[in-house]
């Protein structure tokens, strides 16, 4: 099924285990420092913990600084790793790191001990993590990067190669170079590929693309997603709100948050608390999804109590149990697809370009529609099944009902939560599901209740 | 709302409007062309054809290709733009766009009309389209492009740069370039950044990367996206089995595959047959939600008559009927989040690495103790509520029973459809959640059936 070629790149991991153990450094470096430092990480973190106390004698902090950051490791897990390494050593390698990475990983530990690290580690580059690691949590300055190119604009292209090569090895990306004035606030960007293909005496003002496409610090790194997937951008700048250079977010971050969002809101609709991975155990699988189950559990609990209080309707009319999972059924399958739409259409900025009152108009229009459809049908069905009339116009005339009201619900609830500014995915599939099962169970039976004596034969 | 910063950029639409109106050539090239192409085609698009058909006047076939390709329309629209155009002018400018994004475009047109189009097109543009039009959707050969930068190994730094300025204005990336040995077999690939930080007079084979990333033409986009994230690369070798390089993938179309393939898990998993978008109006918002709902309606209908064959049960004990809802919808929401864990393992490659058995095993596990825990909290409360201890004890004993089975059949049938090369996401939230209503309401009903006498007072 494995359709990559990694030409000539069929990790020897047998000969990279021996040379550890037999404490072969020259060997093992051999290897290893051919590798790409995605494979070295898959290495590396298959490792027992006492193993890789010894790589840490092999490798400088820098060497391990260039994998780290690809470790496809869970939050909780680096705190582990880090205390495996010597205090300073940890130190060296988190001050080799690009920045933005290197916070990533701060984020995951305990303040003092954050602190503790900033303390031993090189002095510059403390300066530069702690001025990131105040941003708060998903906005671009959380996931920007200092490590960016600024030259400007009254110099030649020549003079800027210049600059470029001689800051290239520390830099996130080359691939553009940011135009600041003289008080840092950004004036203009220019590709590297423009650059290239420029000769070496033009001005840099008269090559570069003054229209930059920036995005305000603390917004939201959706936004920066959104920016740099419709300008097809490899990097963005991120400004303050004057407009000074801050940082710049790389197209292999914005991938990352791409990712995570989708599968956050995929995991919410599923109504599992986080995605647990497929190698998980069965305690920690059950442990992840029982939340919302129990959760379920009590609010099915309430719908039961409002089914019994209509227990005199039931022992009279038990017929009306029959369609009871047909019309909670429906009513909650359609307010998770009207869920599904807003909360994607949240996620991807185009609800904010439409009114609200022209979604509710819409939905409302779609409730209507959707709902006379499958009503004037389950009418039609139960009348040539059942051969009764009445019960085939109550069941349809509930349907209608329901699936107004479900794809009203599963529009209005993520729009008000939206306004609040809590994540419309947490009113997950499940939440809507049974609170539309509850209003369709009650329309249903106030209904059968109201004609009672005129199904009773 | 908008955080998005577009320095200077504030684009004069009335002004580009006007200009068109006063048939103003010059001051509309001279507004049109400083914009990004991505604003560009925002302004194209909002145009009505009449005035689009002057735009086409105003630019040449090579200017509109730029922006083009950015355009954010469905499949079906490309037909009548490129009908607004006069065949050559049309045929032009898809010989300029990049090949993949010419490809995309003309996929979407018949096969006759795509004929037309190449028949009048430049001979060695329409060869390249050729070579790429007959890959499978969503294989890796689909995606990918042909305009690469190639090299030997036998060559200095300096040379290089010289092929590379010369090949930049028409390769859609140039910042990696791929060393091919005398055959068109891959055998390397070098950074522009490595390039610009060697000196001049190094050999290419001193400095390239030999250990390439590279994917099979007939693999799966979702394998590439995979690749292109792990290694954070910015483009993907894309060769046949005999490592001939064929062409690139590059990470703006990788971004455009993971958001398209997270957002076709969600539709499916919420049951909306495409996700529809917001500004729809209702009448189309409905046609894509009632195909599930339909389906739906007749699998509750099946549901309704399986209830309907014990309406003796149901008239001697109707509080039976109580529950009903709780169970019929725990079972449904289990299943579903089996099923989104197990899709999101398929989509992200997880689950090719485990063995089958022990994904059962795990499900059958968790499955088991979501149940108990939850059947023995049901029973409880059903007892403490209702006094009844044979009732709580049935209605637990239900639900242990069908958590149990929901959450296996949540993951095997994605797992058997995968096997069998169906999209395991089309057994979508709808489908998996009215499969679990049934099988939960027979084993219900069957167990309380039986113990009927016993719940008779």
Redesign the interface.
Known sequence: ?????????QMNEELLIKTIEEDNIVGFREEFM???P??QAQFFFKLTPDVRIKVYYFLSPKELAIFFE?L?IEDHEYKGILAEMDPKYAADMLANMFTDNAVDVLNNLDKDQTASYLSIMDHSAAQEIKGLLHYEEYT?GSIMTTEYIAISANQTVRSA?YI??KE??KAET??YVYVVDEDER??GVIS??DL??SSDDTMISEIM????????V???QE?AAK??????L?ALPV?DFQ?HLLGIIT??D???V??EE??D???K????SD?????????A??KK??P???I??FL??F???L??RF?DT??KV??V??????I???A???G??A????V??IATG?????SKIK?IL?????G???GT??GV??AF?VFV?KGELLLGFLVGISILAS?FVATLAGSLVPLVMHKFKIDPAVAS??FI??MN?ITS?LIYFGLATMFMSYLIH
């Open positions: 099924m494995d359709n990559t070629l990694e030409t000539n790149a051919t590798l790409h995605y494979d690809m496809e671009a190669m470029l090569k290239a090895p080359i691939y950004l004036v590297l590929r290239i293909i693309f003054d229209r930059i496409v920036a995005i305000s603390s917004a939201d936004e920016q740099m997937r419709d300008y097809d490899l400004v407009n197209v292999d914005i991938i990352d791409i990712d989708a599968s809101d995929y995991s609709l599923a109504g599992v995605m647990d991975t497929i190698d998980k155990n069965p305690f699988a059950a999804r029982l919302w189950l129990i379920l559990l099915g609990m719908t039961a109590s089914i019994g227990e039931l022992s038990p017929i149990a029959v369609f009871i999972p047909l909670a059924g429906m909650g399958n359609t998770t697809q869920l599904a739409v807003a994607r259409g185009e609800l904010a370009e439409i979604l819409r939905e409302s229009g779609t209507l529609i959707t459809i499958c049908l389950v069905i099944w699936l599939g499940p599901t049974t099962d169970i």
